[in-house]
């Protein structure tokens, strides 16, 4: 049986696109139109380091590509 987060509830979505549900405690949610893969849940603290650590490993290419 499936827990109810208040996936649908259309206040969770912010700019109807980053999900945010502090009562949520999943990490990786599914996006709306499940066709559309998944997405992070933006409440849990560890989603910005995980947005921060894709930062970083992409300047890091792109500084070691240029030196």
Known sequence: MEKDFGHENPENWKWDTFYFNKKDSRLIVP????????????????????????FVFVFYQCYRNNV
């Open 31 to 54: 996006k709306r139109l499940k066709l559309l893969g998944w997405t992070l849940n933006f409440a849990h603290p560890i989603s910005y380091l995980i947005i921060a650590s894709i």
